[in-house]
């Protein structure tokens, strides 16, 4: 970044509502909730905000997450999802 860029940079704070465990993807919307994945053997962990650009399922929200934490398509998780506040 350079000074020239810092007039149109927009800053946006999300503030994360307290997670609430889900049964299935069907208890998920990434356009309404963020996710949380964690792998059950050890408790590692991925978290995605909600409403992201180009993410419209919670089968592709949940891949993304397990993605980022690297934890395997196969592994066992549990499934948390979580409202946000946005201020900007």
Known sequence: ????????LRIEVSVLGEPEPVDSLSDLDPARFGVIVVRQRDGRRG???PNIEGIETPALQVALARRKATI?????IRL?????EKYD
Request: proline share 14%.
């Open 1 to 8: 970044m350079t000074p020239d860029e810092v007039p149109s």
């Open 47 to 49: 978290l995605l905000l």
């Open 72 to 76: 395997g398509a196969d592994e066992p």
């Open 80 to 84: 948390f999802r979580f409202s946000t």
